[in-house]
């Protein structure tokens, strides 16, 4: 399996990109994406109890599972604005609609960036018009028109037999399961029913975005769609699935190095645990963890801050006797006890990137891997003057 040296779309999607004032000027902040067939369509979005408006009405519209279009401003998330910011999302789509010219309801749109303040709707349904003309094939142009605090765009590509599979995103801050703070676009010309690509979707989620956290903060507009125009004919589904996990697998982790004031990844692989839940819930408390964060920036060897957050999953079976753990295979754990190891070559590998974090439990047979990233003066530089930003 081969990632792309430079990502590209699948046969019939496409993107254009311009700036409609919520950013410089010649900074992109609005994204407009086309599939020149109708393609079936999956999302998930944010369980954040106070979504945004953009969240509200997408659900309905992803209940035809049928898209052509995706349209996404940044540094507005259109969140906190009650009814005017549900009509205002209404209009951001039908206004995309139209430029596109498809039916209104085949068309998500999504919103990012400072919460509880309207969208400048007047401005974007200008700029949407004719944007139409300047759809062209490169996933960073839609992906730089999306970035928020994000330090560069994300986009990969992979060939799947005779398909192509894309996934365009961003994210930075905010991010917590489930999902994480994110927009995500996975685009592909495979042929899958309805059913198949949405059953497919859950489970690459489940594995990569939903094991994805930089600062526990759960946000309000997550939003990961998933189109296939079926321009490349049928691909075999374990063949494909195995490709979507790997490659949403790979975008969280793009993801995670490049969040707020990040400076490496950082990733906790859990093992024999008795169930998945358990495995899942402790490696995602191990890269949430302040403590194991600062330890990561800081190259700090104090590995008792890995017993620390593996020991406050009270719900989950652990037996100190059987708990062993490692810093990049270094043993720093054995019984529950502190081993004796190098304190410099710890410091060493906490040092580079990404830091690999290995707990076993010694219980079962269940696994989860869950991807975060150190915190550093720069996530509070960020986050303390955001609104000004």
Not at 122 to 143: F, T, W
Not at 244 to 256: D, F, P, Y
């Amino acid at each position: 399996m081969r990632f792309h040296e430079r990502p590209v779309f699948p046969r019939g999607f496409s993107c254009a990109a311009r700036n409609c004032g919520l950013k410089p000027a010649g900074e992109p902040d609005l994204a407009l994406f086309y599939s020149e067939a109708p393609a079936q369509a999956s999302a998930v979005f944010t369980r954040n109890k106070l979504p945004g408006a953009p969240i509200v009405v997408g659900r309905e519209i992803l209940r035809k599972g049928v898209l052509r279009g995706i349209v996404v401003n940044s540094k507005v998330s259109n969140v906190g604005t009650g009814a005017q910011g549900i009509e205002d999302a209404r209009r951001m789509g039908r206004a995309a609609a139209r430029e596109l010219g498809v039916p209104e309801d085949e068309v998500l749109m999504s919103s990012t960036g400072l919460i509880g303040r309207r969208l400048p709707i007047e401005r974007i349904e200008a700029a949407l018009v004719g944007m139409k003309a300047e759809l062209q094939s490169d996933p960073l142009v839609g992906a730089r028109a999306m970035m928020t605090t994000d330090r560069h765009p994300k986009a990969l590509s992979l060939s799947v037999g005779e398909a192509t599979l894309t996934i365009v995103a961003k994210g930075a801050g905010m991010i917590a399961p489930n999902l994480a703070t994110m927009l995500a676009y996975i685009f592909t010309d495979a042929a899958f029913e309805h059913d198949v690509l949405d059953r497919m979707h859950w489970h690459a989620v489940e594995d990569s975005f939903n094991m994805l956290s930089v600062d526990t903060d759960m946000s309000t507009s997550d939003t990961c769609a998933m189109l296939a125009n079926g321009l490349a004919g049928p691909v075999p589904e374990e063949e494909f699935a195995a490709a979507l996990r790997a490659a949403c697998i790979r975008m969280a982790e793009m993801l995670a190095r490049d969040a707020e004031g990040a400076t490496k990844l950082l990733r906790a692989h859990v093992t024999g645990a008795v169930n998945e839940v358990d495995a899942r819930t402790i490696a995602r408390v191990i890269v949430s963890s302040p403590l194991v964060k600062t330890m990561a920036y800081g190259g700090d060897p104090n590995t008792g801050r890995i017993l620390m957050a593996v020991g406050k999953c009270v719900e989950c079976e652990i037996e100190p006797d059987r708990f062993r753990a490692w810093v990049n295979e270094i043993p720093v754990f054995e019984g529950g006890v502190r081993l004796d190891y190098d304190e410099d070559a710890v410091r060493r590998a906490l040092s580079g990137d990404p830091v690999d974090i290995r707990v076993d439990l010694g219980l079962g047979t269940a696994r989860a891997t869950a991807f975060g990233c150190d915190l550093t003066h720069g996530y509070i530089d960020e986050n303390a003057a955001y609104s000004s930003s």
